[in-house]
């Protein structure tokens, strides 16, 4: 749902481990799905999408998984490195053929501390 | 391929005093805009929401406005701040394409 400012929630992971983080999304009819990091004083970064049609979708050490059913969205950062610490937000969006018409909901985002 | 600029990336500027910044997008054309709020250690806070030039949509109230000019520029203003507008202030663009955010703009009011 939409963000308000509020406390995010952690999570540490111990360097080389895989790590997920989760998100979950109200909107049943969210069309298009988007990860972002944000590493401290930046901006967010693009990391991965994915559309509702997909279950899975992989990239570089990364790879986002899709629950329509449950409305469940979870990033797998795999063999973390200390880079990976961050935090790290969903988007929905709810049609991707309108895109540019539908409004980006930001998640409350989730910090994630890689521990070396 | 997209790019969004924003500027400046730090500001300080005394209480009462006005502010105004600025964000442009290229590569793109009719995107959505958003201005976004972050506190130190928290969510993003959506302030404004554009859907096209003229229109904008304010999702919480406070001492801030914003506008838009032209198709690619968004602007956030306020004529006088308040210590509580300190923060890190994030400008994005969703449309054709994708989305993504600004380098951002932290702002002290002193």
């Known amino acids: 749902g939409e963000s308000v400012g509020l406390h995010l929630p952690t999570l540490s992971v111990q360097e080389g481990d895989n790590s997920i983080i989760n998100c979950a999304y109200s909107?049943?009819?969210?069309?298009?799905f988007i990860w972002y990091k944000q590493e401290s004083g930046k901006g967010p970064q693009f990391i991965i999408d994915i559309r509702s049609n997909m279950d899975k979708r992989q990239g570089q050490r990364v790879t986002v998984l899709l629950n329509k059913t449950v409305k469940h969205l979870s990033l797998q950062i795999a063999a973390t490195q200390p880079g990976d610490s961050a935090v790290y937000f969903c988007a929905e969006t709810g049609d991707w053929t309108n895109f540019g018409n539908e409004k980006l909901t930001f998640g409350t985002g989730t910090r994630l501390t890689i521990i070396p | 391929s997209q790019t969004i600029h924003q500027w400046p990336a730090t500001l300080v500027q005394p209480v009462g005093s006005p502010l105004s910044l600025e964000c442009t997008v290229e590569?793109?054309?009719?995107?959505?805009l958003y201005w976004y709020r972050q506190a130190a250690g928290r969510g993003l806070q959506l302030l404004f929401y554009s859907v096209g030039i003229g229109q904008i949509s304010s999702e919480v109230p406070q001492n801030l406005s914003a506008s838009r000019p032209q198709d690619r520029q968004f602007i956030l203003s306020s004529k006088k701040l308040l210590l509580s507008d300190s923060g890190f202030y994030l400008c994005a663009w969703s449309g054709s394409g994708g989305g993504d955010f600004g380098p951002g703009t932290r702002l002290t009011v002193t």
């Open positions: 909107n049943s009819a969210s069309d298009y």
């Open positions: 590569g793109t054309s009719n995107p959505n």
